[in-house]
């Protein structure tokens, strides 16, 4: 039971560059959340998706886009890379009330914009 | 909106020591709150969880929490810290209805000292 699947773990880019975040579920899970994770900040969220076909925007959606390319996988783009957007990158899932809305983490991209 | 207030950003106590955490709570809808655990270089693992009901949440690893309307918290407390109890814990709060929007605190990293 894979659970909240991420790829790649780690990455290095450069500034300017363009990257995928990779993010699948298992759990037949309604909702999607995209979250970075910086010392001090604690877990703040990009975006998050509620269903199947919506996207909504969340605390700090700036330099960033994703896609519900179905119901198990949630994507999130970096058009042009900045070095403030080096941070842990975490996606999860949780099922929508009122079932069990407790979030599915996955294990993190750990991500370095130079 | 909602948002999540986490006072004490580190804690520190003895082992064998009542571990209390704080978090403060705001939504304009009755909340699903949470409690997620860290370790280092791992992903958050689900502590405990209040939906509707008891008010008095009990946890994985002897944690509980209470959820208290009137003051809008949600505390978690341990009667007896262990060592194995060190790590970054986070607060959660997400509205009900469709949104699912699961916002995070910033975090309290619990200490443990022989």
């Known amino acids: 039971n894979a659970g909240v699947t991420q790829t790649p773990k780690f990455q290095v880019l450069k500034t300017g560059q363009s990257m995928t975040l990779q993010c699948a579920q298992d759990m037949n899970h309604n909702s999607m959340y995209w979250y970075r994770q910086d010392p001090g900040m604690g877990l703040r969220l990009i975006y998050y998706?509620?269903?199947?076909?919506?996207?909504d925007k969340g605390e700090v959606p700036n330099g960033y886009n994703v896609s519900r390319l179905n119901k198990r996988e949630f994507s999130l783009r970096l058009e042009s890379a900045a070095p403030s957007q080096t941070s842990v990158y975490f996606c999860?899932?949780?099922?929508?009330?009122?079932?069990?809305?407790?979030?599915?983490f996955g294990q993190g991209t750990r991500l370095t914009v130079v | 909106a909602q948002s999540v207030t986490q006072l004490g950003s580190h804690v520190s106590v003895s082992e064998g020591a009542l571990v209390l955490l704080r978090c403060n709570y705001s939504?304009?809808?009755?909340?699903?709150l949470f409690w997620y655990v860290q370790y280092p270089n791992q992903g958050l693992q689900l502590l405990l969880k209040y939906t509707t009901g008891a008010t008095l949440v009990k946890g994985i690893n002897g944690f509980e929490a209470e959820f208290k309307k009137s003051e809008t918290s949600f505390h978690l407390t341990k009667p007896s810290a262990h060592m194995s109890d060190a790590a970054e814990y986070f607060c959660?709060?997400?509205?009900?209805?469709?949104?699912?929007?699961?916002?995070f605190g910033t975090g309290t990293l619990l200490a443990v000292q022989p």
């Open positions: 998706s509620a269903s199947e076909g919506t996207t």
């Open positions: 959660a709060v997400m509205a009900g209805g469709a949104t699912n929007k699961l916002i």
């Open positions: 939504s304009s809808v009755p909340p699903y």
């Open positions: 999860a899932s949780s099922e929508a009330p009122p079932g069990y809305p407790e979030a599915f």
